[in-house]
């Protein structure tokens, strides 16, 4: 029981009587409260609601991810749909890199173009351009159109005639004579196709690898003429048109002095039966060319035919001998003294042209160098020209074992070719005192005897191809017995003899017709000496021409002159023949040397073309097998 519940009934109605008391006595209270009190609460209030407020102004304020992340915005690009941030990243790294790589490209493409200056050509490519242009004034036979000098005409139209069916129409006049002498025109050929194949990119270079080629192609169609090149068997080679002795007087090349166009006299052929070293020579000069014009098939392939038609007629015992034995009229000035060298260099020419093993074979037949004492190491043997081929031959050879090294059965002579060349190019170093110089630095190879220049030519070419050889196939240098000689000293050998033909000498002159300022002006040349104006001079009036004083009327450019004596002295007289003729051969040196030296489209050789007609030293690899099938 309730203690405030007396009469022992419900409380519901005294609870809420004194409830209403008690809130009717608080609504007196409250307006009884201290009125600072209450203003001091509503201050409080207010300042609550402006915190709030200050609360919810940051929240407007903060980072979107601070309370609430911001839903993102996408490009519609058709067939999807994209970020809008990735797509204008896009966009803009697109634009900064048109603007950085592409827009200076088509600002540079759309400027007008300026080339730059080629660097001036060296003294090496100046004297090239030179002396090729001596094989244009030696044609003989019906000129071209074009033909580059303006004091040559048509001559020699009657040659052979009519005893040679067709005639011996065409080649070159040797020298100052016009006589056609075919032993030195062939080798000659042989040598301007060497230097073709090797420096084919050089000529290339100066724009005169055309020019070389119509040089060239003039030889080797008329060296197709002096032999029956439609038969299969041969009973005789053509030796030489023209020529005379020196003491005759009869009209003839020696004792007339008159220009070609104006010959009248018969001009004898000479015709052998027997001749080794010719047939030999003349087979090179077409293998080689043959090579030069193996982008001309049907022409190469005639070439080729001529070269392997002379083989059995120059490898006839029975018609071994030399071809100037008994010939007076050749004695007296292209004797030849061997016939073994040309046997080995047209071996070598021969398998590169055709690629038949039976050629190297013989080449590389320890009986053929014996015989030609290649490895006799005699100095005068070491020497190159018309009637040596030794150095050359094995050079050439040692290019084979260099390159493609085709191993048995061919190693052992190969190696024999390789290390005499080494020292034939040891002999033509100073150190070694195997050849004198003059104290200018003329080495002379022909001890001494007259006509030096050609000798130094060719001796400065096969240095300088020898150096390159060895250079294309990475190796420094060779050895002199037990002294290692680097490839730069063969390279300045070369230089320092090619350098003194084109006047770094002591008289300050330059052997080469029209290269430098001083140059021969009296040189001794039919066609140079005698004035090209229409009118015609008998045999003997054209003497008074070769005896005068006066210049040439006609420069015969790129003439390169037999050269000073042993003292460095040069006498600019014509009555001086041995000094101040020049000859094919002669040229045809200095050609290749100078392309070999002139820095003209690059320094390397072509190791390729040689090798065209090559037929692979190894079996072919076996075919792959077939792809399984399961």
């Given amino acids: ?166 005639g011996l129409v065409g080649g070159y006049y040797d020298g100052g004579s016009n006589t056609k002498f075919h032993f030195p025109m062939a ?3 042989t040598m301007l196709s060497w230097s073709l194949i090797e420096y084919s990119q050089k000529f290339k270079a100066i724009n005169e690898y055309d020019h070389m080629r119509d040089v060239l192609k003039w030889g080797t169609d008329y060296l197709l003429l002096t032999f029956n090149n439609s038969a299969t068997r041969l009973d005789h080679i053509y030796a030489q048109v023209g020529g005379g002795l020196r003491d005759s007087e009869s009209p003839d090349d020696i004792y007339c002095w008159q220009r070609p166009e104006d010959m009248s006299y018969d001009r004898p052929v000479i015709s052998l039966t027997t001749a080794t070293d010719l047939g030999a020579e003349v087979a090179s000069a077409l293998a080689a060319a043959s090579i030069v014009f193996n982008d001309k098939p049907t022409y190469a392939k005639k070439l080729k035919k001529g070269a392997e038609t002379l083989w059995p007629f120059f490898r006839n015992k029975n018609r071994r001998k030399r071809y100037s034995d008994g010939q007076p ?116 190879l022909n001890m001494g005897k007259p006509r030096p220049l050609e000798y130094v030519a060719h001796a400065s070419f096969l240095a300088s191809l020898f150096a390159d050889y060895l250079n294309s196939t990475g190796v420094p240098g060779w050895y002199c017995g037990p002294t290692f000689v680097s490839t730069q000293v063969l390279k300045d050998f070369a230089k320092s003899q090619i350098d003194y033909i084109l006047g770094d000498n002591p008289l300050k002159m330059s052997y080469i017709v029209g290269f430098g300022k001083k140059f021969p002006r009296h040189v001794y040349h039919r066609g140079a000496t005698i004035p090209n104006d229409k009118k015609r001079r008998s045999c003997r009036e054209g003497l008074k021409y070769r005896d005068t004083k006066n210049p040439n009327p006609n420069n015969i450019t790129g003439a390169m002159v037999g050269g000073p004596n042993k003292s460095d002295q040069f006498h600019d007289i014509r009555s001086n023949y041995n000094a101040s003729e020049p000859t094919m051969s002669g040229n045809a040196g200095i050609v290749a040397a100078l392309i070999s030296l002139t820095s003209s489209g690059g320094y390397q050789i072509d190791k390729n073309t040689m090798f065209n007609g090559v037929p692979p030293l190894y079996p072919p690899a076996p075919p792959s097998p077939k792809a399984w099938k399961p």
């Fill in 187 to 189: 080798f000659s050929m």
């Fill in 1 to 166: 029981m309730h203690p405030g519940n007396l009469w022992g009934g419900r409380l519901d109605a005294i609870d809420s009587d004194r409830a209403e008391a008690e809130e009717e006595e608080r609504r007196r209270n409250m307006t009884e409260w201290d009125r600072g009190a209450l203003h001091s609460q509503q201050l409080s209030a207010e300042h609550q609601r402006n915190q709030l407020d200050e609360t919810q102004q940051g929240w407007l304020l903060a980072p979107q991810d601070s309370w609430k992340k911001k839903r993102k915005k996408y490009v519609n690009l058709g067939c999807i749909s994209v970020s809008r941030t990735v797509f204008m990243w896009t966009v803009g790294s697109i634009v900064v890199l048109f603007l950085v790589v592409a827009l200076p490209i088509i600002i540079v493409k759309s400027l007008p173009r300026h080339k730059s200056t080629p660097p001036p050509p060296d003294n090496y490519t100046l004297a090239i351009h030179k002396a090729i242009q001596f094989f244009d004034a030696q044609k003989s036979g019906k000129l071209p159109k074009n033909n580059r000098v303006s004091w040559r005409g048509d001559s020699g139209l009657k040659d052979g005639l009519p005893d040679v069916v067709g």
């Fill in 329 to 444: 009229m050749i004695q007296a000035f292209y004797n030849s003294t061997s016939m073994f060298d040309e046997l080995m260099w047209a071996g070598a020419w021969l398998y590169y042209a055709t690629g038949n093993q039976t050629y190297i074979q013989f080449a590389t037949n320890p009986s053929v160098p014996k015989t030609a004492k290649a490895f006799a190491n005699q100095p005068e043997l070491m020497v190159p020209s018309w009637n040596n081929k030794l150095p050359g031959a094995m050079l050439l050879m040692t290019r084979y074992r260099l390159f493609l090294n085709p191993g048995f059965p061919y190693e052992n002579m190969l190696s024999r070719y390789h290390n005499a060349t080494g020292v034939t190019m040891c002999a033509y170093l100073k150190q070694y005192n195997v050849f004198n110089r003059t104290s200018g630095g003329l080495i002379q």
